[in-house]
T-cell receptor, first 111, second 114 residues
Framework: GNSVTQMEGPVTLSEEAFLTINCTYTATGYPSLFWYVQYPGEGLQLLLKATKADDKGSNKGFEATYRKETTSFHLEKGSVQVSDSAVYFC??????????FGAGTTVTVRA | GAVVSQHPSWVICKSGTSVKIECRSLDFQATTMFWYRQFPKQSLMLMATSNEGSKATYEQGVEKDKFLINHASLTLSTLTVTSAHPEDSSFYICSFLEGSKPQFFGPGTRLTVL
């Protein structure tokens, strides 16, 4: 079956630090891969996605590359801000609507 | 972006009672809705998929008679947890699908069963 494993948190960083959240997956076929973000008190929002191998998704300074050879989709941002404090979820979908999520990683950025 | 609301945001109930959670889309209509459950420090787990005007499709291991889903309209879905027990305490999250766009998620409802 499909599953997603992501780095356990919580992660605490200083502003302008480099952020990496690891995500690996197990799936049959070629799923789409996603990163969702949940800010305090809000619903999950799509941050970025990639639909095939070697695709790079990017948004708001965040990037993730679909690596089929390592079955990974690690999230990176070069310089985080306090406003990036949130819970980040890695997810996959074989058909773009039925999602399998990782456990979520809580990121706190301190000024 | 689209807005999805859930009500209540937090509910505490006694064991054996039923609890209804509402999920509304505020600015679009959706034919497909999803309900997820999230236990502490675990993944969101899909419980069921519902299409407006038809019965919900439940994931394996989810009791359809315990978790009643009513997709009342294109903007409203309800989840009723019947005869709730402490093991049903969880975070319940809904989402809507509008065409081919990514899912829009509600903020979640925390259920605590005493």
């Amino acid at each position: 079956g499909n599953s997603v494993t992501q780095m356990e948190g919580p992660v605490t960083l200083s502003e302008e630090a480099f952020l990496t959240i690891n995500c690996t997956y197990t799936a049959t076929g070629y799923p789409s891969l996603f990163w969702y973000v949940q800010y305090p008190g809000e619903g999950l929002q799509l941050l970025l996605k990639a639909t095939k191998a070697d695709d790079k998704g990017s948004n708001k300074g965040f990037e993730a590359t679909y690596r089929k050879e390592t079955t990974s989709f690690h999230l990176e941002k070069g310089s985080v801000q306090v406003s990036d404090s949130a819970v980040y979820f890695c997810a996959l979908s074989p058909n773009d609507y039925k999602l399998s999520f990782g456990a979520g990683t809580t990121v706190t950025v301190r000024a | 972006g689209a807005v999805v609301s859930q009500h209540p945001s937090w509910v505490i109930c006694k064991s054996g009672t039923s609890v209804k959670i509402e999920c509304r889309s505020l600015d679009f209509q959706a034919t497909t809705m999803f309900w997820y459950r999230q236990f502490p420090k675990q993944s969101l787990m899909l419980m069921a998929t519902s299409n407006e005007g038809s019965k919900a499709t439940y994931e394996q291991g989810v009791e359809k008679d315990k978790f009643l889903i009513n997709h009342a309209s294109l903007t409203l879905s309800t989840l009723t947890v019947t005869s709730a027990h402490p093991e049903d305490s969880s975070f319940y999250i809904c989402s809507f699908l509008e065409g081919s766009k990514p899912q829009f998620f509600g903020p979640g409802t925390r259920l605590t069963v005493l």
